[in-house]
């Protein structure tokens, strides 16, 4: 059974007119999947995070000075907008993250997907940003550790770098980060050099593309990396920050992924799942701006959660994309055996 968690609040959220970041993302989705329902998806109805889990990652402070916009319009930063029903809509958008790994870690779900907006990765401990408020993967991941996870996986497609999840693990080895993103782009973090520190180092893993990679390059980069390194890992739970912004279509990501490629990402990391974790995998959306390229490639993802379709990655590799994997493998070799020697 594969859960699919949204809500009416998330069509409240209005960041203003003309934003990409709009209602419609979330509601052109839905229509694509009342058009053509996918079997062995059951909608849920998610909670709203309670304030000790947005505790879990934000600062009292952050949290009291949003709190206290609740009701009201404000700009948070340049493109970052609060609407009177955003709060709530954030609050619950955590929540819908804290429902589906509960109910995965319960078992209730063999895996989850929450459809969400406001989106998180960018949201930092004690900001908000890039069209974030409350970082929900990173929320999703420290309650999946104190529900008796001991090792999270959070895998991020999205094609802007996850600034704000890297920050909250960047010091830590029981909450695996990968990315995969366009470099140089917002917001400017994610090099293949940030690899963690102290105990965590190694324990983050990037792996930044030029712009313009498509499906097969995408392929190179889980079948290159991120997948040995997550094998090797073993974890209790994946947390898949599923942004949908690499798609051809998209009018922000400049690349070239088809819902193929995300259906195949999806597929490996279930896989992933299924043979450290009984399948144990929530994917939360973040970001993705073409409503038709987000709502078929959620439709997509949909149908391999709920084991309707395998799909794997098509061959073939540009050489921009060889370079940049191989440079993040180089990088990591030391810290991940299961990356082969040279
Ligand atoms: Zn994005």
Redesign the pocket.
């Known amino acids: 059974m594969t859960f699919l968690y949204t809500d009416p609040l998330f069509l409240e959220h209005d960041p203003g007119p003309g934003h990409p970041e709009r209602r419609e993302r979330v509601s052109h989705a839905l229509e694509v999947l009342d058009r053509a329902p996918v079997p062995g998806v059951e909608r849920r109805a998610p909670r709203d995070a309670t304030e000790e889990e947005l505790g879990l990652v934000h600062r009292p402070s952050f949290l009291s000075e949003l709190r206290a916009l609740r009701g009201r319009t404000a700009r948070l930063d340049p493109d970052t907008a609060m609407s009177p029903r955003s709060y709530d809509a954030a609050v619950r958008a955590a929540g819908a993250a804290v429902s589906a790994v509960e109910a995965v870690l319960a078992g209730e779900a063999e895996n989850a997907f929450a459809l969400v907006r406001p989106?998180g990765?960018h949201a930092e401990p004690d900001r908000a940003m890039?069209f974030c408020f409350f970082n929900n993967a990173a929320i999703a991941a420290e309650v999946a550790r104190r529900r008796g996870a001991r090792r999270v996986l959070v895998n991020d497609w999205?094609?802007?770098h996850g600034n704000g999840t890297q920050a909250c693990f960047f010091d830590r080895r029981d909450v695996l980060y990968q990315s995969v993103h366009r470099y140089p782009f917002?917001p400017g973090t994610g090099a293949a050099q940030e690899i963690g520190a102290g105990a965590g180092e190694g324990f983050t893993v990037n792996c930044p593309l030029p712009g313009g990679q498509g499906d097969g390059d995408y392929g190179a980069a889980y079948h290159g990396l991120f997948l040995p390194i997550a094998e090797a890992f073993r974890p209790d739970l994946v947390i898949v920050s599923a942004?949908f912004?690499p798609h051809f279509d998209d009018p922000?990501?400049g690349m070239r992924v088809s819902e193929r490629g995300f259906a195949a990402m999806c597929c490996a990391l279930r896989e992933v799942a299924r043979s450290s974790c009984g399948g144990k995998l929530v994917l939360l959306l973040?970001?993705?701006y073409s409503l038709e390229g987000l709502g078929q490639s959620v439709h997509a993802c949909l149908e391999i959660l709920a084991g309707r379709r395998t799909e794997s990655f098509p061959a073939g590799t540009t050489p921009a994309a060889a370079r940049a994997v191989e440079t993040s493998r180089e990088i990591l070799r030391g810290h991940w055996p299961a990356l082969g020697a040279r």
């Open positions: 989106p990765h890039g999205d094609v802007h917002y942004g912004d922000l990501g973040e970001g993705g």
